[in-house]
């Protein structure tokens, strides 16, 4: 456990490099929450626009609150970010399946859910920064 935790938290960056990262943190966690509320009281809806199972559709909408709020305070960030980058991970391929191109500036596209793949990776691989609840609780003292 003692070498997970070293390699998900090996560093809690202060400075520019953590108000950047909070920030990331709170835009793309503020994102999901609201993404995740939406239609979560509509659920075979969701899962009817998007061709998935209702379970799948409630794992996305709970996975995206969740994440979103973790991302906000920064508890468990490199999980949350990863939870985050699947779900979309999920919506790029489908909206990919469905013939929607990188950019349409006149309709849908899936550049807005390739963007969140890659700042939940981004989220995850560099880690919450100083101005979490992570690193209060796993950063190492001096």
Not at 98 to 104: A, Q, Y
Not at 130 to 139: G, M, N, P, T, Y
Request: glycine fraction near 14%; charge should be positive.
């Amino acid at each position: 456990m003692q070498t997970l935790l070293a390699v998900a938290y090996d560093s809690f960056p202060a400075g520019r490099a953590g108000v950047a990262l909070l920030a990331l943190r709170l835009f793309v966690g503020v994102a999901f929450v609201l993404h995740g509320l939406g239609r979560i009281g509509d659920l075979p809806g969701f899962a009817a626009m998007y061709g998935i199972s209702r379970g799948q559709s409630l794992a996305a909408k709970l996975t995206q609150i969740i994440g979103g709020v973790f991302l906000i305070i920064g508890f468990l960030t490199p999980v949350a970010g990863l939870g985050i980058a699947a779900t979309m991970v999920v919506a790029t391929l489908i909206l990919r399946h469905k013939g929607e191109r990188f950019i349409n500036p006149t309709g849908h596209c899936w550049e807005n859910s390739a963007f969140y793949v890659l700042a939940g990776v981004v989220i995850a691989l560099l880690g919450p920064g100083r101005f979490s609840i992570d690193a209060l609780l796993f950063a190492t003292r001096p």
